[in-house]
Nanobody
Framework: VQLQASGGGLVEVGGSLRLSCVVSGIPMYNTDMAWFRQAPGQEREFVAYINWNGGRIAYLDSVKGRFTISRDNAKNTVNLRMNSLKPEDTAVYYC?????????????????WGQGTQVTVSS
């Protein structure tokens, strides 16, 4: 399995970014996906989840209304649109397929990660 995340960068408070994750090596059509993030010195935390067909979506409370997760199974991609960015959103963002039988917000449900993409929000 390979996961290639991109789209991160340096943005001012209130700005927007669109992250993309290209997935290869697994069948996207039946794989739930999620975005997590990890700030320096912090645990990796759940950000957003989308099930295999997009019929179930969930977000970390602090990003609800600002972030939007989507997927295109034909293109093997999962995206995260981030609006109204805040300094506390600064972190490395990772995408991962859900491949273990734990709750979707549980990091243990995901055992494969890409290299991540850095998001820095300046105040």
């Amino acid at each position: 399995v390979q996961l290639q995340a991109s789209g991160g960068g340096l943005v001012e408070v209130g700005g927007s970014l669109r992250l993309s994750c290209v997935v290869s090596g697994i069948p996207m059509y039946n794989t739930d996906m999620a975005w997590f993030r990890q700030a320096p010195g912090q645990e990796r935390e759940f950000v957003a989840y989308i099930n295999w067909n997009g019929g179930r979506i969930a977000y970390l409370d602090s990003v609800k209304g600002r972030f939007t997760i989507s997927r295109d199974n034909a293109k093997n991609t999962v995206n995260l649109r981030m609006n109204s960015l805040k300094p506390e959103d600064t972190a490395v963002y990772y995408c991962g397929p859900r491949d273990r039988n734990h709750d979707y917000i549980d990091r243990r449900a995901y055992t494969t990660w890409g290299q991540g993409t850095q998001v820095t929000v300046s105040s």
